[in-house]
């Protein structure tokens, strides 16, 4: 009888046999960077630096005393969508840059796979506390806070430009999908 492979959050698993010892070794595909190992540790230095500045720039604007930021939720909402993606995006990037080259199968689908899809959580998050603050502030006026609102929305606007580029520059990675060769194992 044919077994039925895994569907879900565990099928990963299937992946992981045993050895002749009794533990446990990942036997299932990799993805393998194409190219040299200087230009993806090059790479992954420069989405290290854009997730870096976008975590600030969203910390940053959640401590801006703006017009709207204090006590409307069509602000405050959108900016905590936007915060949770974020830590999502720099997350992910902490899988991808701890799973090495080659990766996991699991790992990739987990990070390089979904990093641009957070990204984009990220930037609707953004851009949708910009435009609750212009709301607010039509409705609203200023009360005073000039400075506050134009930091805000500068650092929105950096927050979705920097995104933009993370999730530009990780889909534009090059991996290629390869099984493992059991008679040169590298140290996984």
């Not at 990963?12 to 540790?41: I, M, S």
């Not at 992954?44 to 930021?69: D, K, Y």
């Not at 990070?111 to 506390?129: L, M, N, Y």
């Not at 950096?158 to 990780?170: A, G, H, K």
């Amino acid at each position: 009888m044919e077994e039925k492979k895994k569907k879900g959050k565990r099928a990963y698993l299937e992946a992981f046999q045993k050895n002749a010892e009794g533990k446990y070794e990942y036997k299932g595909e990799f993805y393998c960077w194409q190219g040299t190992e200087q230009e993806r540790r090059k790479k992954m230095r420069r989405l290290w630096v854009l997730c870096l500045v976008m975590l600030g720039a969203i910390g940053a604007a959640g401590s801006v005393e703006a017009p709207g930021t204090l006590n409307c939720a069509y602000v405050i909402l959108p900016y905590v969508v936007e915060f949770v993606a974020g830590i999502s995006v720099f997350w992910g990037l902490c899988r991808l840059s701890a799973g090495g080259d080659p990766l996991r199968v699991y790992v990739y689908q987990a990070s390089a796979e979904k990093i641009p899809e957070r990204a984009v959580v990220t930037v609707i998050g953004a851009a949708a506390a910009l435009a609750g603050e212009l709301i607010f502030l039509l409705q609203n006026g200023l009360d005073g806070k000039w400075a506050g609102l134009g930091v805000f929305l500068l650092l929105e606007g950096m927050v979705i430009f920097l995104t933009l580029e993370l999730r530009r520059c990780i889909r534009k990675m090059e991996w290629s999908r390869k099984e493992r060769n059991m008679e040169s194992p590298k140290s996984l």
